[in-house]
């Protein structure tokens, strides 16, 4: 997870140049201050205070050349709306407007001077609704610039900017085909690509199977060896199924490389089709998504995007369905075959690999991780299809509950509790067309990806 890169848009006006000539140089010294409070979380470019249109549009031109996932703007004086309106509403770039100032007020001491420096709310008002009027999304966080809430939050905005900008520029690959009949995660990839932002790549079975076959063996014994030094790892699972798994892993990483990915789907019956691929991929699905590799089961291309989206929201994720309701606890049972991110996995406890028979197709017992996730505050997120073909990003706020690993389950497992109830969750969740597959990161995210919605133009259902 990188910083995000965020170009620091600071107005003010060009009447105080001759009027007040020193107000400018002291608003810019207080927006290297703001840049040096957030500079272990965020990159900046700041190419001085813009007072004309021209400088305006000169600062949002480098912006965009130089790569920055989104544009921050502060009025460190009052300036008109339309030196700014004319480059905000052109460029694709996120617009997120920080209603802030140095002073926390003006006291009955307090001389003009303070007050000149200390007057930009106006400016916000009258930008926001320009920006309204112009049909242009933007986003607005009102606090003081100590205000540590207000930081946080704005730092989250930066997030969901660079989780755009990543999105924009991700590629997916989708091994195989998706899983017949699953209707809730078909995707027009076209409208995928033009909205969202991935590409998928399509990539055979045969593809796959070639470099599961000519996998070296120096490389296999590496990977396992890796596998038993950090798994407990179950003596059942003979050498040749573990081969099979580390042969399997060893293919899917190159694709990876080879083909520039960020995420991966793959469909367990396109799988099993092939006489040449013995194993499925649950060790190598989990293991990837520690490194930070999205994924999707069943060929979901839709939540292996909401795998990289939440990654960089929470520095990690992991891909989760909805297996059993809990009443009693309240709470939803989270699973699926054989994957969870194991890097989320809880401390007390090791990782364990059992070996897993697989009835569902004919195929040799799958070494599959079994473990829990570790508890805390956790964030899902569906991004589905809605009406006529529109995206649309459903997420829910809960936590991840403090219990140990059901073994007999023979999947990674763990229960997760929305912050409504239980019925009031679901009923809402399924009212709004939430899909069946899910990605969870840790944390209160939900602001977050409704930001994410709004950059992209996508509408957001935020539940709870």
């Known amino acids: 997870m990188f910083k995000p890169n965020i170009g620091l848009l600071g107005l003010t006006l060009e009447l105080y140049d001759s009027s007040l000539p020193e107000l400018r140089s002291g608003r810019e010294v207080f927006a290297r201050r703001l840049i040096k409070m957030m500079e272990n979380d965020i990159n900046f470019c700041f190419p001085g205070a813009c007072n004309t249109r021209e400088s305006v549009e000169k600062a949002v031109a480098r912006f965009e050349s130089e790569g920055c996932d989104a544009i921050l703007v502060i009025f460190l004086t009052y300036a008109p709306s339309l030196i700014a309106l004319p480059a905000l509403f052109r460029t694709k770039l996120p617009v997120i407007i920080w209603n802030t100032q140095e002073a926390t007020g003006i006291l009955a001491d307090s001389g003009p001077g303070l007050m000149m420096e200390n007057h930009g709310v106006h400016g916000v008002q009258d930008l926001t609704s320009a920006l309204r009027r112009s049909g242009r999304n933007f986003r607005v966080i009102t606090g003081h610039w100590r205000d540590a809430k207000a930081i946080h939050r ?17 590629r997916i690959a989708l091994l195989g085909y998706p899983m017949q009949d699953m209707g809730d ?78 995420a991966w789907a793959q469909h367990f019956m396109a799988l099993a089709g092939s006489n040449r691929i013995s194993i499925l991929p649950f060790l190598a699905a989990s293991k990837l998504m520690a490194e930070g590799v999205g994924y999707g089961a069943e060929g979901d291309v839709t939540v ?122 679901l009923d809402r969740f399924a009212e709004v067309g939430g899909s069946h597959h899910q990605a969870l990161g840790y944390g209160r995210l939900g602001e977050a990806i409704e930001a994410v919605a709004g950059f992209l133009g996508i509408e957001a259902f935020h539940i709870g």
């Open 154 to 170: 704005l730092i989250m905005l930066f997030r969901a900017a660079r989780a755009v900008s990543v999105l924009r520029k991700s």
């Open 185 to 262: 995660f078909c995707v027009d990839e076209t409208a995928f690509l033009a909205k969202i932002g991935p590409a998928v790549i399509h990539i055979s079975i045969d593809e796959l199977a070639n470099l599961v076959e000519k996998a070296p063996e120096g490389d296999l014994g590496e990977l396992m060896a890796e596998d038993r030094k950090h798994f407990d790892w179950d003596d059942m699972i003979t050498s040749a199924e573990h081969e099979g798994a580390a042969r399997l892993e060893w293919a899917i990483r190159r694709l990876i490389s080879d083909y520039h990915l960020n």
């Open 304 to 425: 292996a995007a909401g795998c990289i989206l939440m990654r960089e929201l929470a520095k990690e994720s992991t891909f989760v369905e909805m297996f059993t309701m809990d009443f009693e606890e309240q709470a939803l049972f989270m699973r699926h075959m054989g994957e969870l991110n194991i890097a989320m996995a809880r401390r007390d406890v090791p990782v364990k690999v059992i070996r897993k028979p697989f009835h569902l197709v004919k195929m040799q017992p799958i070494p599959t991780p079994v473990f829990a996730l570790r508890p805390g505050e956790a964030t899902i997120c569906s991004l589905t299809t809605g009406p006529k073909g529109s995206f649309r990003l459903v997420v829910a706020e809960g936590e991840v509950l403090d219990i140990p690993c059901y073994l007999n389950i023979g999947a990674p497992n763990f229960k997760w509790r929305p912050n409504c109830k239980l019925e009031e969750f």
